[in-house]
């Protein structure tokens, strides 16, 4: 009888300790596993740490070696990022809000893309902005950081302006890049239009007075006048960088 009270409670034990040994396993593995919920969450809680210049967050989950890139271009490393989070001057305030967000998650290494809505307001203008975001993370020793990240901002269409339309007919003429390479502008009606060779026809909209943009094209188109004030030239101006055609018709 003893032999088998014996023989039971060994097996007892072996069957607990198996049991809290799945646990603890089951538990490490919850520990160290990441979802896109929680990488949204912490994504989130950067973000909110923005305005208020709370560098905690941005301490806490980019890893000490961390490559990171702003939409501005500058190539940061984890010492440049905590230092630039700074509370937002007087007069300002504004949020940031996570959207869209895609996440690629497989073994040690989590890529989190999403979209930034922000909201400014700058003594009672608001402004806003969008940007996208794509961060690397990285569990190493048990934790999960970032180790690289890079963010572009949207491009947006400029704010039309209010321009008096009887200047346009100063544009009107044929412009050339190089000799075979021109392109026309053109009236129809209060509305100026850009074509290059037999590309379809192009919107030109009045931001001021001689610079135009066209709807969904980074850059402006300015006219050039010479000093009897007469139009001598088309600059297609992109990142600060100019192509200039002159007028030769």
């Known amino acids: 009888m003893r032999k088998r009270i014996g023989v ?23 520990e160290n596993e990441i979802t896109q919920d929680e990488l949204f969450r912490r994504t989130q809680e950067l973000l909110d740490s923005v305005a208020g210049g709370d560098q905690t967050p941005w301490k806490k989950y980019f890893a ?20 630039d989070v700074t509370p937002l001057p007087t007069g300002y305030s504004g949020t940031i809000k996570v959207v869209k967000p895609q996440s690629h998650i497989e073994g040690n290494v989590a890529i989190m893309s999403y979209d930034m809505d922000e909201t ?14 794509t961060d690397t993370w ?10 690289a990240g890079q963010v572009l901002r949207y491009y947006e269409d400029p704010a039309p302006g209010k321009v008096e339309s009887k ?8 412009y050339e890049l190089a000799p075979a390479n021109r392109l026309t502008v053109s009236m129809d009606g209060q509305q100026l239009y850009r074509q290059r060779g037999d590309q379809p026809k192009g919107l030109l909209i009045p931001e001021a007075a001689g610079i135009f943009f ?36």
Do not use: P
């Open 8 to 30: 039971c409670a060994f097996f007892l034990l072996e069957s607990v300790a198996i049991a809290l040994l799945l646990l603890t396993s089951t538990a490490c593995k919850t």
């Open 64 to 83: 000490d070696d961390c490559m990171y890139f702003d939409e501005k271009g500058r190539n940061m490393n984890k010492a440049a990022l905590v230092a």
């Open 120 to 133: 400014e307001s700058v003594f009672g203008q608001d402004v806003t902005a969008r940007y996208h975001a």
């Open 138 to 147: 990285m569990r190493r020793q048990g934790q999960w950081q970032i180790v």
């Open 167 to 174: 200047t346009f007919a100063d544009y009107v003429g044929t």
């Open 214 to 249: 066209r709807k969904g094209v980074e850059g402006r188109i300015l006219f050039r006048r010479d000093d009897k004030r007469k139009v001598d030239a088309l600059i297609d101006r992109r990142n600060n960088e100019d192509l200039v055609w002159k007028k030769v018709q």
